[in-house]
T-cell receptor, first 115, second 113 residues
Framework: AQTVTQSQPEMSVQEAETVTLSCTYDTSENNYYLFWYKQPPSRQMILVIRQEAYKQQNATENRFSVNFQKAAKSFSLKISDSQLGDTAMYFCAFTLSYNTDKLIFGTGTRLQVFP | DGGITQSPKYLFRKEGQNVTLSCEQNLNHDAMYWYRQDPGQGLRLIYYSQIVNDFQKGDIAEGYSVSREKKESFPLTVTSAQKNPTAFYLC????????????FGSGTRLTVV
């Protein structure tokens, strides 16, 4: 069975600084997708970034980038130039390429950005 | 604008009563999902549906039921058999989960008293 682990329940960062959120996963499969979702206080889940396991290049979306280490089964999220609006819960998620019926989520990291 | 609408935002029910949570999407997505969110546990899959008139149990289906009579609608009923129904419920849809992930609604907070 696939599992996703986020070992940092809470983190904080100063505005304009950089922060990295950790995520590890466990699977015996070779082809899968990884995602980071943001859940602000409104509780609307928003897709931040996605990564395909067969791509070695790390995904980037503006201030958000990932460090995907397939061998280590690690998928961390780096937020550069943190903004107050980045304050949210962040969830790492995983789905198999051949069975995308289930998106498996980690338990989340609560990020607080301070002015 | 296309999206997913969940209603109501807050719902209160007495213990022992069934309650139905609404989820409607106008994205023309085939697949729809229901997740339950509890503090410290992330999101857990309750039910999902890939096509109309067909649905499958997720990891925590006991005490819940769904229907998919229309592509746009995937209501979730929380029955009296659900032992701990107080939670935040999220509906999602997708046309290609691997490429696009899921699109989520804004959720329903159910409180059973």
């Amino acid at each position: 069975a696939q599992t996703v682990t986020q070992s940092q329940p809470e983190m904080s960062v100063q505005e304009a600084e950089t922060v990295t959120l950790s995520c590890t996963y466990d699977t015996s499969e070779n082809n899968y997708y990884l995602f980071w979702y943001k859940q602000p206080p409104s509780r609307q889940m928003i897709l931040v970034i996605r990564q395909e396991a067969y791509k070695q290049q790390n995904a980037t979306e503006n201030r958000f980038s990932v460090n995907f280490q397939k061998a280590a089964k690690s998928f961390s999220l780096k937020i550069s130039d943190s903004q107050l609006g980045d304050t949210a819960m962040y969830f790492c998620a995983f789905t198999l390429s051949y069975n995308t019926d289930k998106l498996i989520f980690g338990t989340g990291t609560r990020l607080q950005v301070f002015p | 604008d296309g999206g997913i609408t969940q209603s109501p935002k807050y719902l209160f029910r007495k213990e022992g009563q069934n309650v139905t949570l609404s989820c409607e999407q106008n994205l023309n997505h085939d697949a729809m999902y229901w997740y339950r969110q509890d503090p410290g546990q992330g999101l857990r899959l309750i039910y999902y549906s890939q096509i109309v008139n067909d649905f499958q149990k997720g990891d925590i289906a006991e005490g819940y039921s769904v229907s998919r009579e229309k592509k746009e609608s995937f209501p979730l009923t929380v029955t009296s058999a659900q032992k701990n129904p107080t939670a935040f419920y999220l509906c999602a849809s997708s046309i290609d989960p691997g490429m696009n992930g899921y699109t989520f609604g804004s959720g329903t907070r159910l409180t059973v008293v």
